[in-house]
């Protein structure tokens, strides 16, 4: 009797000898819309075609955690460089939200909100919880999924019981490299968008902003999108990027400068500073992305340090000879074309005392 095997999607039988008779394959035939398996047949699935109409969609306005950096409902970039101050800035927000408190007033609270935060990379006894205490944060609103026994990744189910169980209107995942579980490659961009539109979905789902912490490349030099976690697709999904990066010149602040934005006009750039006695939130600052990428001393601050080196000298100078204010200048990197806008702002006037040039600090302006 002639036996069936399968092939690549098709059913080959096959005879068998007889006598003097060659081996032959009598049929072979495909099967169109059966799969065959397990000795039997399953027919395949096809996902009925379903249709919309615009009219039939409701209209609504993207609410926000933090406008418009942080959306409810959407996923968040927060990504830079390894030790730039990623994580001390989400735990920070996080200690914010589980008092009912925010950042700024573009973080509208009017109750403490529960917040679900993984780390990967700091122990949680000795590093997360010291630091989140440091921050003043309450510590019954925040809580993290226990991973002792199985490793999460971004689209482990207990993610979605997780945020079900807590009403968590917070997720963080630090650092998302962490997260991608063993068999996803996040530089391939098919299995990187697959699995950031679920989490995508899961956001919509349950109104929860989720924030992918992320460490860049090396790429020096190369666009900030380009330089982010692997894959462009984790760029494409997510609705808001924002980059944390060091300010050159200034050893402790740290820059966040929007980077992407596909639901509101673009955010000012902030800035916080890190000092012994913690985390200090310093609000609108002056710098761009090119020169947090770059590790270039923004233009404005380089007018602000010009305008405190004016302002110091008038302490205990009524004027000094102009080459020396240029010559000190110098010496902090400050151009003198800097200077003499700075001197312009503190309505600083040039006098000349026997053939030199000097500037009267005697009525600098201190507003």
């Given at each position: 009797?002639?036996?069936q ?5 098709r ?16 049929e072979?035939?495909?099967?169109d ?5 397990n000795g ?8 009925e075609l ?13 609410a ?9 409902g ?6 830079g ?16 939200l589980?008092k ?5 007033s573009?973080m509208?609270l ?6 679900i935060?993984?780390s990967?990379?700091d122990g ?5 919880k ?9 510590c ?5 999924i226990?991973?002792s ?23 963080i ?8 579980g ?11 968008r ?10 919509e789902k ?11 490349n090396?790429a020096a030099?190369?666009k ?7 894959s462009?697709?984790f ?10 990066g060091r ?13 992407k934005n596909?639901?509101a006009?673009?955010g ?8 012994e006695?913690?985390f200090l939130w ?9 020169e947090?990428?770059?590790g270039?001393a923004?233009k404005?601050n ?7 080196l004016?302002?110091?000298?008038a302490?205990t100078?009524n004027?000094i000879?102009?080459?020396?204010i ?7 990197n ?6 003499e806008n700075?001197k312009?702002?503190l309505?600083?006037?040039a ?17």
């Amino acid at each position: 009797m002639p036996r069936q095997r399968q092939l690549s999607g098709r059913v080959i039988t096959e005879t068998s000898v007889i006598g003097n008779h060659n081996t032959s394959i009598a049929e072979v035939s495909f099967i169109d819309n059966e799969i065959f398996r397990n000795g039997g047949y399953m027919e395949e699935t096809r996902t009925e075609l379903q249709m919309i109409k615009m009219s039939e969609i409701q209209s609504k306005e993207v609410a926000w955690l933090w406008y418009p950096f942080i959306p409810y409902g959407k996923l968040t970039i927060i990504q830079g460089d390894p030790g730039d101050g990623k994580t001390t800035l989400v735990l920070n927000i996080a200690a914010k939200l589980s008092k009912g408190e925010g950042l700024d007033s573009d973080m509208k609270l009017t109750e403490p909100l529960t917040v679900i935060y993984q780390s990967a990379e700091d122990g949680l006894a000795d590093t997360v919880k010291p630091r989140l205490e440091a921050a003043g944060a309450d510590c019954e609103n925040i809580s993290v999924i226990d991973e002792s026994k199985k490793s999460l990744s971004m689209i482990d189910e207990r993610l979605e019981e997780a945020i079900i169980r807590t009403k968590a209107k917070l997720l963080i995942l630090d650092p998302i490299q962490a997260y991608l579980g063993g068999s996803m490659d996040m530089n391939r961009a098919n299995e990187a968008r697959d699995m950031t539109k679920k989490l995508a979905a899961l956001a919509e789902k349950y109104q929860c902003a989720i924030v992918l912490v992320g460490h860049m490349n090396k790429a020096a030099g190369n666009k900030a999108a380009y330089r982010g976690m692997g894959s462009i697709d984790f760029f494409a999904v997510a609705r808001s990027v924002l980059l944390v990066g060091r300010v050159e010149g200034e050893e402790n602040i740290r820059a966040v400068v929007q980077i992407k934005n596909n639901l509101a006009g673009f955010g000012h750039p902030k800035a916080f500073q890190l000092s012994e006695d913690g985390f200090l939130w310093l609000g609108d600052y002056e710098i761009t992305t090119d020169e947090v990428l770059g590790g270039i001393a923004p233009k404005a601050n380089k007018l602000e340090q010009a305008k405190r080196l004016l302002r110091k000298l008038a302490e205990t100078n009524n004027a000094i000879q102009s080459n020396e204010i240029f010559n000190l200048a110098e010496e902090q990197n400050i151009s003198r074309r800097t200077l003499e806008n700075a001197k312009k702002e503190l309505g600083v006037r040039a006098k000349r005392i026997n053939n030199s040039w000097y500037w009267e600090l005697n009525k600098v302006r201190t507003d």
